[in-house]
């Protein structure tokens, strides 16, 4: 099996309908950044902005996953963000496991594609869709699991820390963890 090309790919996600939340999306999100990257941080699904907009993390989210890339002296430029889901879910539900199962698929070509050494995965669904699935974001996360040359970290989901902001310094913690093993990488 060959791998596609990113034109072929993004061509795939925009046209899907591999499940019912292209009836609802205004526009699919793909993942964005250095294709080149060692790090590729993944969310569950885009939100109402990234719906809005075709890109991940906008909004309030994103600015606080900018301050915490900071935190770590990381940024943007650096890293490739992408979600297991590429369309947003109605009222910002979370995304069912049939429509995670849909589009898996795209996340297993964006990272071959990509290849990076660390994944890490912002948010309780994320982790339990790609670390394990009884994965517990409080009590596991900024821990490292080694799986098929893959370093995986769950961490908090900058939704969650918008609500919770007392786990801000917990969760820079976590990012400086990230930037200490791709500085093993370099």
């Known amino acids: 099996m060959s791998l596609y090309t990113w034109e072929e790919l993004k061509n795939f996600v925009d046209r899907c309908t591999r499940c019912d939340l292209c009836r609802t999306r205004n526009r699919p999100v793909m993942g964005r950044g250095d294709i080149k990257s060692k790090i590729m941080l993944i969310a569950e699904a885009p939100g109402r902005m990234e719906d809005q907009q075709g890109i991940p993390f906008v909004g309030r989210s994103g600015g606080i996953l900018d301050?915490?890339?900071?935190?770590?002296?990381l940024n943007r430029d650096g890293i490739y963000i992408t979600n297991i889901n590429k369309c947003h879910p109605p009222g910002n539900r979370d995304p069912e496991r049939a429509e995670q199962e849909a589009c898996m698929p795209y996340l297993k070509y964006e990272t071959a594609l990509i290849r990076p050494k660390i994944m890490v995965c912002l948010g309780r669904i994320?982790?339990?869709?790609?670390?394990?699935?009884?994965?517990?974001?409080?009590?596991?996360?900024?821990?490292?699991t080694e799986r098929k040359g893959f370093y995986l970290m769950g961490v908090y989901h900058p939704s969650a820390l918008l609500r919770d902001p007392e786990k801000i310094d917990s969760a820079k913690e976590d990012f400086r963890r990230i930037r200490e093993k791709l500085d093993t990488f370099l």
């Open 126 to 144: 994320a982790a339990q869709q790609i670390i394990r699935p009884d994965f517990k974001i409080t009590r596991e996360h900024g821990l490292w």
């Open 67 to 73: 301050e915490l890339l900071e935190s770590a002296g």
